[in-house]
């Protein structure tokens, strides 16, 4: 199989807003979270720009903000002028500063900007809101935020259906700024909330959703078919929870549907991690799929998915759906 690096990501809105961004986005959690050397994350970078990316993921709490200015310095070096996602989670600090609190939003966000040399982030997204923090406050100070200049949209993360009604039901009674986008984790065994919660707030108030983990830390790689290699983020002690998910009654079960799945795989002729993106992509309400990679190989494996895209007919779909068994039915197939 040859990997062959997409001349273009293909651009998508960012819910129903008009952001364009690339369907594929490069996320720092584990690229620049210390794992690698600052001169492999200029190259990942630089591979993912050159391929059409114009979206990075990055947080305050990746590598103690270290990813921040990694990512700032190489935007600088780089003198890129066309990178219109840069997005940071705001914020998750010390027990004593966690929240959602106007002061928190602000000094983060702030402390994101300085740390990346940049004069505002085109969205700004917030973590789950904890229950002492009213969410007028919340909606208020990411509407304080973009009407400062310091971004442009802002979006939630691994917030509930209900809560991002509730943010959009206070934005639109005090005349704030509504959300445009929800991210969430989506592969081919987590489904649910991408395909059946998603959809339906996209239609009534145009959230859209963004999704991470489209390998599920690894596992769709199908690296972990025989064990649990030495060289793999399952045998480091802080990743002991993938190690136990991985070796579980249900990992095992998952393990033996990606053999199934790989023969789907070979007939398209493309790798297991490249269809596993590409049935990500397939899903119309899906705006972007962040992908998180250590080395240019993989990451160059990755991008390929978009040449999986135009194969993934209703026909392979419905393939793969009858190998997982695990199809969420939303209100509409009830009704049908």
């Not at 989670?89 to 609190?101: D, H, N, Q, V």
């Not at 004069?119 to 229950?131: G, I, L, M, Q, W």
């Not at 108030?205 to 060289?231: D, H, Q, R």
């Amino acid at each position: 199989i040859v990997y062959l690096i997409p001349f273009f990501c293909f651009c998508r809105n960012l819910g129903k807003s008009g952001l364009r961004v690339s369907c594929l986005g490069l996320g720092t959690w584990v690229t620049f979270g210390g794992q690698i050397t600052d001169e492999v994350a200029e190259q990942l970078m630089t591979i993912a720009y050159e391929s059409g990316v114009n979206l990075f993921d990055t947080a305050e709490v990746y590598a103690g903000g270290r990813a921040e200015i990694i990512l700032g310095n190489i935007i600088k070096k780089k003198c890129w002028r066309h990178i219109y996602g840069v997005f940071v989670f705001c914020p998750i600090r010390a027990e004593t500063e966690r929240g959602l609190s106007r002061k928190h939003i602000i000094e983060g966000l702030k402390g994101s900007l300085q740390r990346m040399q940049l004069e505002y982030v085109d969205v700004v997204f917030a973590n789950r809101p904890d229950s002492n923090t009213p969410m007028e406050e919340i909606v208020r100070a990411m509407t304080y935020v973009i009407n400062q200049g310091m971004a442009m949209y802002w979006g939630t993360s691994r917030w509930t259906a209900m809560e991002i009604m509730e943010a959009y039901s206070v934005a639109r009674q005090f005349n704030l700024i509504p959300p445009v986008c929800e991210q969430a984790e989506y592969h081919l065994f987590q489904r649910e909330k991408v395909e059946v919660q998603l959809p339906e707030l996209y239609h009534k108030i145009g959230v859209g959703a963004m999704t991470w983990s489209p390998l599920a830390c690894g596992i769709i790689t199908g690296k972990y078919e025989n064990g649990i290699p030495e060289s793999s983020r399952a045998s480091m002690k802080s990743y002991q929870w993938l190690k136990e998910k991985i070796v579980s009654e249900d990992g095992r079960k998952q393990q033996a549907k990606l053999k199934e799945l790989n023969h789907i795989a070979e007939k398209l002729g493309c790798t297991l991690p490249q269809l596993a993106v590409a049935w990500c992509l397939r899903n119309e309400g899906v705006s972007s799929v962040l992908l998180g990679t250590s080395n240019p190989e993989q990451l160059t494996e990755n991008l390929g998915a978009i040449q999986v895209l135009p194969k993934m007919t209703s026909h392979v779909v419905s393939e793969i759906d009858h190998i997982l068994g695990n199809r969420p039915y939303s209100k509409k197939d009830y009704r049908s």
